[in-house]
């Protein structure tokens, strides 16, 4: 399901946008409570959006660019009047009051709303299967995760159970899941688009994009939710190109940097490593120029990533005390043991690993040993990257060392559960767009993801190369049987 197919659909008149939204969620009920890819849908809402859009062409009017599509949202961006949990028994309750900036967007260019994805608590994994409301099965194979912590985005996406989702990206949690599902994954430019009305996991990291099932796709949902938002301070003050009108444009001559350290990692599975690189020989074929280069401190990201993002979250988190919203104990003779007990019953396990990580991290004595340490060596990755983008247009690595793992095989192993972000993070970490599309498939039919990493502000180009690929590879055509 992509919107290209569904708009022919639409204009041909042999559907009403309401039947098709209505289709897909007579699908939903029948086949999500195996994918539990949905925390709750919001039907009344979508069939209200369906039936406006279908009087816009009855009348025959001009529709918005994003007229008829349905859309799922993460679960840990605001939408108005309905439940944004984070997948977490602390907000359980929470009914968001306001819409975020990029959901807002998509809805005043046509889009429709089908309800909100199941994702790790707070956005804080990598498996899906540290939500309150239960693990997200891989449509590919139902015994296997779908990667996280945007894992029902992308399994609703992969399944058909909606034709893009939004989801958010802190250390890959986009590109990640779109690698496992097999789906295209988008983190953009660090401040391309406004991060209002997204929970914070760790600000200095935290990016909304698009899962999609084509780099098209991505491109115009990326087009729609992009630029200046008075709302947030970070959001960059820069015009938004059209990404759709560079998406056909001949890579010859296109210099493509082969990460080095990547491809030489012991944890680098050999079939993903074999599929990526006849990726980069199709490149080649292409008409791309292909280049070795070396990010000396590639490697040394997911240690960095875990010392910065956990400090961040332990301040971000720390508004969560059963006093102003969210979940409340009923235990506790003073705030003090009150707040306590309500944290500690609020919060699930990783989540309170990770606030104990960072409060360890900033506290007297040690700040300067690991929070600034490592704010120094995300300086040096920046570095890197910046060097390497003098010698070429774009970074290939693999998405992840790894195809989708079986669900529980890293639940009591969270230090492995980390490494799944090795290769995404650094991108994160300079603040970098980068794209993730499937390449290919290992031997057991999982799906193997490729990442395009671009310069600051250069997602036309990563989009571009994307889209070449995805053409000439067709490896999008095949879709799990659901």
């Known amino acids: 399901m992509n919107f290209n197919s569904l708009r022919k659909e639409i204009i041909s008149n042999n559907a009403s946008v309401k039947e098709l939204v209505n289709d897909i969620f007579a699908k939903i009920e029948d086949k999500d409570p195996e994918i539990n890819s949905y925390i709750c849908t919001t039907r009344d809402n979508a069939i209200s959006q369906a039936e406006n859009i279908d009087k816009l062409i009855q009348n025959k009017e001009k529709l918005p660019p994003l007229a008829g599509m349905p859309i799922a949202i993460k679960d840990n961006i605001c939408t108005k009047g309905v439940a944004t949990t984070c997948a977490s028994k602390m907000l359980k309750?929470?009914?968001?009051?306001?819409?975020?900036?990029?959901?807002?967007?998509?809805?005043?260019?046509?889009?429709?709303?089908?309800?909100?994805?199941?994702?790790?608590?707070f956005a804080m994994g990598s498996s899906t299967e540290t939500s309150v409301f239960g693990v997200t099965s891989n449509p590919w194979d139902i015994n296997r995760v779908p990667g996280g912590s945007s894992g029902g985005s992308a399994a609703s996406v992969a399944a058909g159970f909606c034709a893009a989702a939004i989801g958010s990206d802190t250390g890959g949690s986009i590109r990640q899941p779109a690698s496992f599902c097999g789906v295209v994954g988008l983190k953009p430019t660090y401040g391309r688009v406004s991060r209002w009305g997204l929970v914070a996991f760790a600000s200095s990291l935290d990016q909304i994009g698009p899962i999609t099932n084509t780099v098209s796709d991505a491109a115009e949902i990326l087009y729609?939710?992009?630029?200046?938002?008075?709302?947030?301070?970070?959001?960059?003050?820069?015009?938004?190109?059209?990404?759709?009108?560079?998406?056909?444009?001949?890579?010859?001559?296109?210099?493509?940097?082969?990460?080095?350290?990547?491809?030489?990692?012991?944890?680098?599975?050999?079939?993903?490593?074999?599929?990526?690189?006849?990726?980069?020989?199709?490149?080649?074929?292409?008409?791309?120029?292909?280049?070795?280069?070396?990010?000396?401190?590639?490697?040394?990201?997911?240690?960095?990533?875990?010392?910065?993002?956990?400090?961040?979250?332990s301040a971000n988190l720390a508004r969560y005390d059963g006093v102003k919203y969210g979940y409340r104990s009923n235990e506790g003779s003073n705030l003090i043991d009150m707040t306590s007990k309500s944290r500690a019953e609020g919060f699930g396990d990783e989540v309170q690993r990770r606030i104990l990580i960072g409060t360890y991290a900033l506290s007297a004595g040690y700040s300067d040993a690991y929070y600034k340490k490592a704010q120094k060596v995300r300086t040096l990755i920046r570095k890197d990257f910046d060097n390497a983008f003098k010698k070429v247009d774009v970074l290939l690595t693999?998405?992840?060392?790894?195809?989708?793992?079986?669900?529980?095989?890293?639940?009591?192993?969270?230090?492995?559960?980390?490494?799944?972000?090795?290769l995404t993070v650094p991108a994160n970490l300079a603040g970098l767009p980068a794209i993730s599309i499937p390449c290919g498939f290992d031997k057991k039919g999982l799906p193997i993801g490729m990442q395009l990493i671009g310069n600051v502000l250069e997602e036309d180009r990563i989009l571009n190369a994307a889209n070449i690929f995805e053409i000439d590879a067709q490896v999008i055509k095949n879709r799990p049987l659901f």
């Open 93 to 121: 309750s929470f009914i968001a009051p306001y819409e975020s900036t990029a959901s807002r967007k998509i809805w005043s260019s046509g889009g429709i709303c089908l309800g909100k994805t199941n994702l790790d608590e």
């Open 224 to 313: 729609s939710i992009s630029g200046k938002d008075p709302f947030d301070s970070t959001c960059l003050d820069k015009p938004v190109p059209n990404y759709l009108t560079d998406l056909n444009k001949s890579i010859k001559g296109l210099k493509i940097g082969i990460i080095k350290e990547c491809f030489e990692h012991p944890g680098l599975n050999p079939e993903v490593k074999e599929s990526v690189l006849s990726g980069v020989d199709r490149f080649q074929a292409l008409g791309a120029e292909i280049t070795e280069v070396e990010c000396p401190r590639f490697n040394d990201g997911i240690a960095t990533y875990y010392v910065i993002a956990p400090s961040e979250a």
């Open 398 to 422: 693999p998405t992840c060392p790894t195809t989708a793992f079986l669900k529980g095989d890293f639940v009591n192993d969270p230090l492995s559960m980390y490494l799944s972000d090795l």
